[in-house]
């Protein structure tokens, strides 16, 4: 065989390893998180996690969100447009995973709104007012406090409640939940327990209606 | 002739072994950050920083063979096995990983994989730098004989 020939058939049995391994490992990984789904409900959700949408929903879609995340904020429309062209079909479920530096404050104001009945509102008002407390340069996690009224909320309360020990300890839980599923970026997206095969919002979609195909 | 032709063949296949550890060391750090989705913690960029061109240089010694491929690849697998060789210490604690850098973002002795208690990422990159000197030390005598 001539060298030329040797270098060409290594480098093409290298990157087939590489393409095979991938493929495997992915098939595996979505396996085992199927596997999950069903006989560890609680790391997807847990009696705390917020939801919406119709509890007799079969179509649960899992987000790990951090409230400080430009991308979660941009996800989120598309989230609820997917909800309102599926009526009833779907159910989100949100779980935290507050990577940015210091974003469980956001995440504390989140949990005490909820506290007022107030959960969803203020979460559009975050992710609305996101650009003016959340830049990268220069975050300015008080900023958000002017904003909060227009949620409706009660904000002596909201910084009573805040500081409660239990909403910390239930950011705890989500991040080592967050731990056990892999998650490391958000937002990171579950439908019924499968993981998106690559990022984006069209591979949500076809994950979400693959599954309603499976389910209706 | 002959004989010089099998010295130059086994000096040949000596850059081609390197390449061949330079090229499976790079597409599996891609496949534990791109596939698996390990984040590399800083020291383990700091190494592929010397490891990815290492798997083009090597190439590009091979055709047609360039015995001053060795003096262009030696400093980039020698710094490589120095970084390699600092993370395995802090990895193991001889080094308390307080004084070292990468606090921000992943722990650099974060374990994502433990074979046998000893083959940790670290370590396949400290085996494949070791074993890619070596070679090019042999080829770099055998050169200058």
């Known amino acids: 065989m001539k060298k030329q020939h040797i270098v060409l058939l290594s480098g093409i049995l290298l990157i087939l390893a590489f393409v095979i391994g991938g493929y495997f490992y992915k098939n595996q990984q979505s396996k085992k998180l199927g596997f999950m789904a069903k006989e560890n409900v609680s790391t997807f959700i847990r009696e705390h996690s917020s939801t919406l949408g119709n509890d007799d929903a079969k179509v649960y879609i899992v987000e790990f969100m ?22 009833g079909k779907i159910k989100l479920i949100i779980r935290y995973a507050p990577f940015h530096e210091g ?5 504390k104001i989140l949990e005490a709104a909820k506290r007022q009945g107030k959960y969803w509102e203020t979460l559009t008002v975050m992710f609305q007012s996101q650009s003016y407390w959340a830049s990268h340069h220069n975050p300015q996690p008080e900023l958000i406090w002017q904003f909060l009224p227009n949620a409706g909320l009660n904000l002596d309360k909201i910084a009573n409640d805040m500081n409660d020990p239990e909403i910390a ?3 705890e839980q989500d991040l080592a939940d967050a731990k056990t599923l892999n998650v490391r970026k958000t937002p990171e997206f579950f439908v019924n327990g499968n993981p998106l095969p690559s990022f984006g919002y069209d591979q949500l979609k076809a994950l979400v209606e693959a599954e309603i195909q499976a389910n209706y | ?6 010295k130059s063949n086994s000096n040949w296949n000596i850059v081609f072994l390197c390449w061949l550890i330079a090229s499976i ?21 700091y190494q592929r920083i010397f490891m990815f061109p290492l ?19 030696l400093p980039l ?20 990983e307080s004084i070292q850098p990468c606090s921000q973002g992943v722990s650099c002795t974060e ?15 400290l085996i494949s730098f070791s074993t890619i000197v070596a070679l090019l030390f042999i080829l770099k005598r055998r050169l200058s004989k």
């Open chain 2, 25 to 45: 060391s790079t597409l599996g750090s891609l496949f534990f950050s791109a596939i698996m989705q390990f984040a590399p913690c800083v020291l383990c960029w």
């Open chain 2, 55 to 73: 798997a083009i240089i090597l190439l590009v010694g091979l055709f047609p063979f360039d015995k001053s491929v060795v003096k262009y690849a």
């Open chain 2, 1 to 6: 002739m002959p004989r010089s032709d099998q």
């Open chain 2, 111 to 125: 374990d994502y994989i433990n074979l046998f208690g000893i083959f940790t990422i670290p370590m396949l990159s």
């Open chain 1, 169 to 171: 300890k239930l950011i």
């Open chain 1, 103 to 107: 974003s469980d404050y956001f995440v």
């Open chain 1, 66 to 87: 951090d409230p400080a995340c430009e991308t979660c904020s941009a996800f989120y429309p598309y989230v609820k447009n997917l909800m309102a062209a599926n009526p």
């Open chain 2, 77 to 96: 697998a020698l710094a490589g096995w120095f970084i390699a060789f600092y993370h395995n210490l802090l990895y193991a604690g001889i080094i308390p």
